[in-house]
């Protein structure tokens, strides 16, 4: 009677967007932002991240899953 040994992996967040960077950070200077609002993406999927394209619509159809951008307002 043998054991199985089952390795589970977690899955990356991340699966293409600037991969060859050790962590991806971005920071902005919020007085500084052009727009009144500007979305950010948090499900990287964007095709222009770090902004927010509309991108998660298709992920949370395929996947069921609820995510959304950050979205940063000019006072
Ligand atoms: Fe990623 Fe909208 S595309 S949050």
Sequence with gaps: NQRRMVVVRA???NPEIRKNEDKVVDSVIVSELSKP???YCRCWRSGTFPLCDG???KHNKATGDNVGP???KKQ
């Design 11 to 13: 899955e990356a967040i």
């Design 37 to 39: 609002l500007t979305a």
């Design 55 to 57: 991108g998660h619509v």
């Design 70 to 72: 950050l979205l940063l």
